[in-house]
């Protein structure tokens, strides 16, 4: 692969992106330090900011949105810095939160990011007509329920101060940490000068999501090749700085190819975690490449597997505590990913802050499993289905760990594969009895979304009046040592009740060129083409 080797040359380069340096399909062509290749295993959904259903899409959606603040665990510590805000403002109260937007925020084309927009966006979401996934993460504003919804004549706690000003006000008083992260970096803002006459019901199907063509962020969006790649350009506006990279490709790879791409360097880094990342059994042959910097990190995610408590013989904890006796999760651990993940027993990663030490998972025991299952009735002759998403290789493999553990137990298996979107649509319609699934959540603790009934992402179904209750007091709470015992009796009354059984926690495995430097090694550095600068003269 030619790289450019001076300034002048980089300066031919600029002239040469302008009219697309590296046309669709020909990723061997010259590329100069001004474009970055990515690549993810499968395509996005679409660009909704609001609501799309898989990482994949979201990958994207942060480069081309933004929230008011951006947010990155340092240290284990959560920080804070400006994004479409300049500044913000927490009362004393810990209820009133009060955003300034930097006075040059603008959108892609050119018009002012406003008070009025965050004020649009809040609203939209909050509406009950409105298909989205952000309800859980405004839910604490004052006039919303749980689910993040405005009930029939409902105010929302939000005032407009001035055109770059805006108060948000808290139910109760919150941990601002929690706030700051939810609000303030989880909600995308949308431009209501173009969706504001869209009625709700049919923003998720409008053309905007397929084709974002004005958004606020680092990075303007040019075009998107169905199933091939994404196109991005330098916003040259950006209120925070112009970028360090010109032209960002997020190239569609699968896995079994993605090694090679990374040796014909017709990719600079992988995607990053559960997205994008270099499987296992490539992983030492990517640690040999001398043009790449292999990097590994203790992720915010877990591997898990879904039990339909929709099903009437699954709603037996005894059925569900047999399953995780039965599965050898460090089998699946040593055999597929070479030992890279920790084992646990809840939602809340062994990285975070509040994560409980004392929960420790279930111990692989097949004899005590199938006596388990025997105390509860279980009917032997009865075969469940497992349905699996292809794309992740080491997930797909361990599915049939998994159908072998459990059959050795007493409990016969099918399993059912199919694409992302297909797999999706399957957990939301109930069509399965158990089903595998990743997730990568924020460093707050609540996990609302997921665990308490109604949730957006509760799959399994599952209500367990103590367990909602527990999360509703957990976001009520603003001391952190409060807040803190709340959620490790969450974890241990999750350990109980088994609403998923988690697989592992996996480390993260990602390949960075090293003609790329001051690249952050963690998920949040891995989106931040910002800060990327180069080696003189690398290949």
């Not at 018009?111 to 007509?129: G, Q, W, Y």
């Not at 329920?145 to 409902?154: T, Y």
């Not at 995607?271 to 040999?288: L, S």
């Not at 592992?504 to 430097?517: D, E």
Request: net charge positive; charged share 20%; proline share 7%.
């Amino acid at each position: 692969m030619i790289r450019m080797r001076n300034r002048l040359a980089v300066a031919a380069a600029v002239l040469l992106i302008a009219g697309l340096l590296i046309p669709a399909g020909v990723w061997g062509a010259p590329k100069s330090e001004l474009v970055v290749v990515s690549g993810m295993w499968s395509p996005p959904n679409n660009f909704s900011p609001i609501f799309t259903d898989s990482s994949y899409g979201y990958y994207c959606v942060r480069f081309m949105f933004q929230g008011m603040v951006e947010a990155r665990l340092e240290n284990n510590q959560m920080k804070f810095f400006p994004a479409l805000a300049q500044k913000w403002e927490i009362g004393a109260d810990n209820q009133t939160f009060t955003f300034t937007i930097h006075p040059k925020a603008a959108w892609h084309d050119g018009k002012p990011v406003t008070a009025e927009d965050v004020l649009f966006t809040l609203m939209t979401i909050s509406d009950p007509r409105t298909q989205t996934n952000r309800g859980a993460e405004i839910a604490t504003i004052a006039g919303l329920d749980e689910r993040g919804k405005r009930p029939a004549g409902g105010q929302l706690g939000v005032r407009v101060i001035g055109p770059k000003q805006i108060e948000i006000k808290t139910r109760v008083p919150v941990d601002p940490t929690m706030f700051l992260e939810r609000v303030g970096n989880n909600v995308y803002i949308l431009p209501k000068h173009v969706l504001g006459d869209v009625p709700p019901d049919q923003l998720a199907r409008h053309p905007f999501m397929l084709n974002p063509t004005v958004g606020s962020g680092p990075y303007k969006f040019v075009q998107y090749k169905t199933d091939q790649f994404i196109e991005l350009v330098q916003n040259e506006n950006y209120h925070n700085g112009v970028p360090n990279v010109r032209r960002v490709f997020v190239r569609i790879i699968p896995p079994t190819t993605m090694v090679a791409q990374l040796e014909r360097q017709d990719m600079d880094l992988s995607a990053g975690f559960g997205i994008g990342e270099i499987p296992i059994e490539d992983w030492d042959r990517v640690k040999g490449m001398p043009h790449i910097r292999a990097v590994t990190f203790a992720g915010p995610g877990y591997q898990y597997m879904l039990v339909n408590f929709q099903k009437a013989y699954l709603q037996d904890k005894r059925v569900r505590r047999a399953m995780a006796h039965a599965i050898n999760r460090q089998l699946i651990v040593n055999q597929l990913i070479k030992g890279e993940a920790t084992l646990a027993e809840g939602p809340i990663p062994p990285r975070n802050p509040y994560y409980n030490k004392n929960v420790k998972p279930w111990p692989f025991d097949t004899a005590r499993a199938r006596q388990l299952l025997v105390e509860a009735g279980w009917d032997f002759n009865r075969t469940l289905l497992l349905r699996v998403p292809v794309g992740n290789t080491i997930r797909e493999r361990s599915a049939d760990i998994i159908r072998e553990n459990l059959l050795a137990a007493g409990v016969k298996v099918d399993i059912q594969k199919s694409d992302f979107p297909t797999h999706i649509a399957a957990l939301q319609q109930g069509n399965f009895d158990m089903a595998l699934l990743g997730w990568a959540g924020p460093t707050d603790p609540d996990v609302s979304s997921q665990y308490r009934t109604g949730g957006q992402y509760n799959y399994s179904y599952h209500s367990v009046a103590q367990m909602d209750q527990l999360l509703d007091e957990g976001v009520k709470i603003s001391d952190p040592a409060k807040r803190r015992a709340v959620y490790d009796k969450f974890q241990e009354l999750f350990a109980d009740e088994l609403p998923i059984i988690v697989l592992y926690y996996q480390n993260a495995r990602n390949a960075i060129a090293k003609r790329m430097t001051n690249v952050f090694d963690d998920a949040a550095g891995l989106y931040d083409f910002r800060t990327y600068t180069w080696v003189a003269g690398t290949q």
